[in-house]
């Protein structure tokens, strides 16, 4: 059967979008596809279009090459303007010919709006739209002084900003009142003035430009309503745009009042063999002028051609987020209070630079819209808020409140948008895991394999296994918290049978409550969990095969199989005599040295077999395992306090160390930090720890649940005004709880966000002794501080034990694959070429 | 094809149960496995982690995916079958495998790949 003809008249980004789309379904195999750009360059990101001024090439910025084309057998006609389209012959016509179509799809986007001043076309008049008119803007800036913006809306502000990055001084001129009118307030767009005035950018509002003409001391010059006037160099309108839809109207397509090729739910013009898509087309009278709405059209007209009714446009939400000269802006929904009824809330905070706004529902239960300057921290959340129609806290105003101020709550997985990046390794986004999930993978390995999410460095996989077993549960799918296919049980039901049954070996459990040998999973969970009730040592026969090899060998495997050693330095209090033990020590072994971000020294490079020796020497200096293995207690930084420091109001040092012995050694689901500050400045960065305690003129404040890492939070205030006992006793009962409690690989962030009742249920439980199991659980932490050994003396001192450590048991060499370079006066692994090659 | 060759890398009391040691051999340093419960209670795969590029294997966890004896690389967590070598994640990639017996009190593999110097890779 002969192949029927597809034709796509447009090549930018939506155009190129639907070719993707299209290529790779079967209805594909049916078509031969042609596809004609006026541009003579192939499809490129419009949206960063900027960065081409910060040094992008038309080759950085292109979606795709001609090969790509060539191989899914797309026909590239580029600098081939369609002057005309003939329905009756069914063909489309160009200067070079004309084309048989059996169908089109019209991606011609939009073009800018040049207000009808009268000189609008003189030389130096120009618009930024295409990378074409960004080369005459560049060709115009050569050697001379001023460019002007005209249009004060997002993209004059960018094209402002492109004008800067050539080294003119960039102004804006906007009819509006204020900057932005379509997406800020007027205090929001005050505010966003400020801002970009001082970064250099000078902005002309209620200005209504009459003529252009020559100017004195530049080449042009603007004349306004008000009688003023100001000169320019060059001048830039950007006051909008119009779809462009010049061939739609003269083939006698039906057209919107203001513009725009009407289209139905399905992308279908008034001529059911032509689709338009992208800026071109109205839906619902509406023209979107954003990539995101184009893309959904590309893929609603693709699944239309394989004759798929379920695929509809059905409109798209307008809320935005950007940066715009470094200035954060999002604005959200109904910004502007146009709903009836509808209420505000607005913080405005002039000495920060920030402004919130808040527009709520007539009952106050539902976030119609919302307007950010100066910080988008807030958008993510807002933004769920809005289009999920999510029930408001009942004091919505924490959630533009800076954080400081008890913390605005955040909302757990379903908070992260659908372009939240959940593995960044392999760019995978939150929408691209759902889309696993609909095409039918029912369980977290299942996603893995089909996204790659979580199988680079594995930093995300925390937070995909919480992403994943959210979707799952919202689409009726029953998760199984089971913690691997050898155990039909959580981490926390693990802990409760091994603690009521006093199981103390791997062996028995799986025995009583398993099935197979278990695996690299639950032998490390059950290992935790075993160490965390009976605090046997770690290297005792039974335990070691359930360790990961860092738990196992008490250091961390580097890239190149060898070891890091970090002893601990509590508080980050050292004195120069361990100082120099240190130097020594790595000068010795020729390991290379580096202070942590956690106040204190990693020495790496040691070889399996060099472990014993080297502890051995550490340990007869005064040091202890630092634990940097341990899925425990890492340290608990602290700043000088009022020991030294002029502001400091308690001794900050000092309670940090208490701290950090007394709970070093606690195993848990996860890593756990601390961090003790001498006064409200807080140098320590309490507030990002899982425990943070900040001094106060009265004693210690307490805040819980911080994390740094991959998805930051701060921690929430969670008592106030503890003296050393109170402190100590809170922190006992919640990291025992957490202990208990918590999932595998759980920070005590998500655990908290994940727990029924969250903060406020955590402070009863702890504070408030609510379920009445603050005494047991201060008394369990008591036997396991009691019971700490220093896992790493036990083991030098035991001949057993050390024998672990020899790199082949049968022969003395060392590991024949480790190959070094010298850099910067210390040695470091030689990188994999080279090792390859060696 | 060169002959099998059997030689002694370690001794029973060097074993430690339901983990690995390594043990260099005339073929590079291969990593051996002590299951004593199991119907084959010792298995040797090699030590060089193909994927991670260290000698690393013999350090990792053992445990069945779906009832094959694997060893999870300690590096980036990807499993091998004790019994055949292969990699689970990825079909195109797999470790050499030794037969390994018990005599007395000696651990004996099966060599059978000519005399080589430096890495298993
Ligand atoms: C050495 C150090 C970097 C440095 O050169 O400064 C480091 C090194 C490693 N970090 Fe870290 N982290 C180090 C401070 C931090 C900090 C900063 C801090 O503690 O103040 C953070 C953010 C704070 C936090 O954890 O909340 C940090 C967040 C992480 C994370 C992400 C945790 C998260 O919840 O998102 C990982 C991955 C994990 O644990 O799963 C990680 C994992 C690792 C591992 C264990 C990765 C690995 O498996 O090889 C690195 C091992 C190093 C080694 O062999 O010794 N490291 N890491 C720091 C050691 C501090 C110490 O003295 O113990
Ligand atoms: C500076 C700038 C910044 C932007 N920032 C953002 C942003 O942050 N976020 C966002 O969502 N959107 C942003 N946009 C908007 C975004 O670029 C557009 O929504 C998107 O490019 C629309 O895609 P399209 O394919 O519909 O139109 P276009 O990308 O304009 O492509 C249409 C193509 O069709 C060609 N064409 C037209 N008529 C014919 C014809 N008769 N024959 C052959 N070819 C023809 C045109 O030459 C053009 O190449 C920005 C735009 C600009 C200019
Ligand atoms: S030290 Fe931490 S941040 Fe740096 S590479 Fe390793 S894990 Fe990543
Ligand atoms: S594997 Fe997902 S972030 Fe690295």
Request: hydrophobic share 35%.
């Amino acid at each position: 059967m002969a192949k029927k003809n597809l034709i796509v008249i447009g090549n930018g980004m939506v155009g190129h979008h639907f070719l993707e789309q299209f290529a790779d379904t079967p209805a594909a195999a049916d078509y031969t596809i042609h596809v004609f750009g006026e541009e003579p360059l192939i499809a490129y990101d419009r949206v960063h279009l900027s960065e081409y001024f910060g040094g992008s090439t038309h080759a950085d910025l292109a979606m795709g090459t001609a090969d790509q084309y060539t191989e899914k057998q797309i026909q590239l006609h580029l600098d081939e303007q369609v002057t005309d389209i003939d329905r009756d012959q069914r063909e489309v016509i160009t200067p070079k010919g004309r084309y048989r179509y059996d169908a089109v799809v019209l991606a011609t986007g939009s073009y800018p709006f040049v207000p009808p001043i009268q000189g609008n076309d003189q030389p130096h008049c120009l618009v930024y739209r295409t990378l074409a008119d960004l080369d005459a803007i560049r060709a115009s800036s050569e050697g001379v002084k001023r460019g002007v913006v005209v249009g004060g809306g997002l993209l004059g502000l960018e094209a402002a900003n492109a004008l800067k990055c050539l080294g003119l001084e960039a102004h804006v001129v906007e009819f509006a009142p204020r900057l932005m009118p379509v997406q800020l307030d007027s205090d929001g767009g005050t505010l966003l003035r400020r801002k970009i005035e001082e970064l250099g950018v000078q902005v002309h509002t209620e200005k209504a430009t009459t003529e252009i003409v020559a100017g004195d001391e530049h080449r042009l010059r603007m004349n306004f309503s008000d009688e003023s006037h100001l000169e320019a160099d060059l001048i830039v309108f950007s006051a909008g745009i119009r779809p462009q839809d010049t061939l739609a109207r003269s083939c006698g397509l039906e057209i919107g009042e203001r513009g725009g090729i009407v289209i139905d739910d399905y992308c279908t013009t008034s001529d059911p063999q032509i689709f338009a898509i992208g800026e071109c087309a109205l839906w619902s009278n509406r023209i979107f002028g954003l990539v995101a709405p184009g893309y959904t059209m590309a893929r609603t007209a693709s699944a239309r051609l394989n004759q798929d009714t379920e695929a509809s446009f059905v409109g798209a939400d307008m809320s935005t987020k950007l940066k715009l000269l470094g200035v954060d802006v999002g604005s959200i929904g109904d910004a502007h209070a146009s709903t009836p009824g509808a209420r505000n809330i607005r913080f405005n905070d002039e000495q920060a630079g920030t402004y919130g706004r808040l527009v709520i529902s007539e009952d106050g239960k539902k976030l119609l819209g919302a307007i950010l300057v100066g910080d988008n921290g807030p958008y993510d959340t807002l933004l769920q808020y809005a289009l999920n129609g999510i029930d408001l806290p009942a004091n919505p105003e924490v959630l533009i409140l800076p954080a400081s101020e008890g913390g605005a709550p955040t909302l757990g997985p379903d908070a992260l948008p659908e372009t939240a990046s959940i593995c960044s390794c392999h760019n995978v986004t939150k929408g691209d895991i759902c889309c696993a999930i609909d095409a039918g993978c029912t369980d977290l390995g299942a996603v893995k394999s089909q996204t790659k999410a979580s199988t680079g460095c594995g930093g995300c996989s925390a937070l995909l296994k919480n992403v994943v077993d959210a979707e799952l549960e919202k689409r009726g799918v029953e998760v199984s918290k089971d913690i691997c296919e050898h155990f039909a049980y959580s981490r926390q039901e693990l802990f409760h049978l091994v603690k009521v049954n006093g199981i103390r070996t791997f062996h028995s459990l799986i025995e009583q409550y398993g099935k197979g040998h278990g695996c690299d999973i639950c032998k490390p969970t059950v290992g935790s969990i075993l160490a965390t009730c009976w605090n046997e040592h770690i290297m005792a026969t039974d335990h070691v095969p359930l360790q990961d090899t860092n738990d196992t060998f008490m250091a961390n495997m580097q890239k190149n199989g060898t070891y890091s050693i970090v002893p601990r330095v509590p508080g980050g209090e050292i004195t120069p005599d361990k100082l120099i033990v240190l130097g020594e020590v790595a000068k010795e072994y020729n390991l290379y040295t580096k202070i942590t971000g956690g106040q204190r020294i990693d020495l790496f490079g040691a070889t399996l077999s060099e472990l014993p020796e080297i502890w051995e020497k550490l340990i007869a200096a005064g040091f202890e395992t630092g634990h940097a293995y341990g899925k425990s207690l890492r340290t608990v930084k602290s700043c000088v306090g009022s020991t030294w420091c002029r502001y400091g109001v308690q001794d900050s040092v000092g309670m940090a160390i208490r701290l950090e012995d007394r709970y070093k050694g606690l195993r848990s689901p996860h890593k756990i930090k601390f961090a003790v500050s001498g006064c409200t400045r807080e140098c320590a960065e309490a507030q990002s720890k899982d425990i943070g305690v900040i001094a106060t003129d009265k004693g210690w404040n307490l805040y819980v649940c911080g994390n740094g890492g991959m998805r930051p939070r701060h921690a929430d205030l969670f008592a106030t005004d503890l003296n050393d006992e109170q402190l100590i006793s809170a922190i006992d009962r919640v990291l025992m709880f957490y202990v208990r409690t918590a999932d595998r690989l759980q920070r005590t962030s998500v655990w908290m966000e994940n727990m029924e009742g969250g903060l406020d249920y955590l402070k009863d439980v702890v504070l408030n002794d609510s379920l009445g199991i603050g005494e047991e659980l201060e008394q369990h932490m008591a036997s396991i501080i009691g019971t700490y050994q220093c896992e790493w003396k036990s083991t030098v001192e035991d001949p057993e034990k050390r024998k672990r450590f020899r790199e082949f048991v049968n022969d003395e060499r060392k590991d024949p694959v480790q190959h070094w370079v010298e850099e910067r006066g210390q040695r470091r692994p030689a990188p994999k070429a080279e090792t390859e090659t060696a | 094809m060169s002959d099998l060759q059997w030689i002694t890398v370690a001794r029973q009391s060097d074993l430690i149960a339901e983990s690995g040691i390594a043990v260099w051999t005339p073929a590079g340093p291969a990593a051996l496995f002590y299951l004593p419960g199991s119907k084959q209670p010792l298995y040797a795969i090699g030590h060089y982690d193909p994927i991670g590029k260290a000698n690393v294997l013999a350090r990792g966890i053992v445990g069945d995916i779906k009832g094959e004896l694997v060893v999870a690389s300690p590096l980036y967590k990807q499993h091998f079958s004790l019994s055949t070598g292969q990699c689970l994640e990825d079909e195109t990639v797999s470790v050499p495998t030794f037969e390994v017996q018990r005599d007395g009190d000696d651990i004996k593999l099966g060599i059978r790949v000519k005399q080589v110097e430096g890495c298993a890779a």
